[in-house]
């Protein structure tokens, strides 16, 4: 499964670029953030606010709206891109971005953010925050859908495979697990570092119906997401192959585009220019 | 105080639909009625702290209020960046209700032991710590949890405590009780040390006549500096005891608030507590406390010595 999406750079929509442009446009305001983490997220979390979620970002807490927790926090500038281009908050806010005067942080933190479910960064917490929330539905009888985006090597911390057991347990339907499988860590490849293979068959051992899907595939996403859940009194796991970095050359599985802490303005000027910029 | 502790959840389940239990393995009886009663509230949910509090966070964050039960240690250690961040950063209504705060666990070895949950739960912004001192005093702090706004530890003692408590003296969680006004010293107390301070009392006002007061902190954050600098100040000596770690837990606590105060003339002080060793003895609760000097008797020597010097 781990080569299953072929390194190919896929023909990205205006949509997509331009979100990441907003991610680089962020990371320069800032200079800093994970860059790579958020680009193999972009379509994933565009696909789930275009076509999918219920929200309201004039009422973020709306008691109906479907949850989505990004557990992979170091992503969030991916996240942060789509919910102010949602509207959630004004784009005056991107470029405070790990400023003292803004709200928006290196990690996605729940109370200042409207559209942030939970404050998340460190590894491993999204999952059972979800699985409270899908409890909740179900004890209140209350239709939301509960959506957590974890990375993969998320998926090393103990706490997912707790959660995942648990989940499995309580049947939880109303749950959905997308995995942005991007095979790399910060160290090096996943596989090396904590090989997740048979990934797929882990979440189907756990009580999960499992698919994998390209995710960068804007339509393939649309049709994956829109036919969950999978399988009736399970809970949900998509895996989507994602290549870290995606869309610009030199940042595609590049470990040093990671995190960055510091960025010149070549490497923006680089970076908008392959972003059709 | 352990069964106290968990009639109370049901009774407040009773009345109030928020209220959902989650254990992680415990004994097949707990809770039945609850379960029987309020099958889609209750929840045990295995060996797995880092998921239970984590979910229970997301309960919380839904308006639901969760109260865990499972051995201490479990909770405050092995789930220590679960309570940090999913219960208390998010400052949720989750509660915590920890069994064998301290040295109740003895039989069990130094892996069951809840020496240093205090001065974890300290460190942690937005968390409540409360210590009741019995039974009794469980069930009037239990009662006014279910309102109570952010997250809380409840430190469960051993059970079968005798019962040292007073309806007639006001219980609030935050408000420290003076069980006998101060003296010519002050004893302050924390969980079921405070028996062991009022027998010392009790046996100088006998003996000498000495006499002792006992501020009893059943909460221990958010602590009533105010109130405690109050009682303290027309006290010359001061002994803190407490079931615990001398590092982090009461006796820092006070040790903090005296240092800060500036007192003119010092106070005379002293911590009485666990010292900085992982106990190497197994026993009871009961043979640990004497071998580290948490008793009324070394209280008794130690006032002596203070008052009389």
Known sequence: MRLALKNEPNILDERSLKLRRTVV???EAANRGHLASAFSLIEILRVLYDDILKFNPNEPRWIQRDRCILSKGHGCLALYAVLQDKGFFPESELWRLCKTNGILGGHPEFGKVPGVEASTGSLGHGLAIGIGFALRARIDKLAYRTWVTVGDGECNEGSIWEGALCAGKHKLENLTVV???NKYMSYGPTHVVQDLEPFLEKWKSFGFAAVDVDGHNVNDLKKVFAQIPIVKDRPSVVICHTIKGKGVSFTENNLQWHHKTTITPEEVNSLITELGG | MRKSCLDMVYELAKTDSRVVFIGSDLGPET???????FPERFFMEG?????IVGLASGLAMEGKIPYINTIT???????????ILDMCLHNVNVRLLGSGGGLVYAPLGPTHLAIED????RAIPNLTILAPCDAEEMKRLMAQTVDYQGPIYVRIAKGGDPVVSSPQLDCKIGQPVLVRPAGEALVITTGITLKLGLDAADQLATGSGMKVGVLHVHTLKPLDTKLIQEVMAPVRTIITIEEHTLIGGLGSAIAEIIAEAGYNPAKKFKRIGIPDVFPKEYGSQASQMKS???T???LVSILNEKVGA
């Open chain 1, 25 to 27: 446009k962020m990371l």
């Open chain 1, 179 to 181: 995995v942005d499988y």
């Open chain 2, 31 to 37: 809770l039945k009625q609850f379960k029987k009663d």
């Open chain 2, 47 to 51: 060996i797995s702290e880092a998921n």
């Open chain 2, 73 to 83: 240690t479990f909770l405050m250690r092995r789930a220590c960046e679960q309570v």
């Open chain 2, 118 to 121: 205090m001065a974890i739960a």
């Open chain 2, 292 to 294: 580290f000097s948490i």
């Open chain 2, 296 to 298: 009324t008797d070394n």
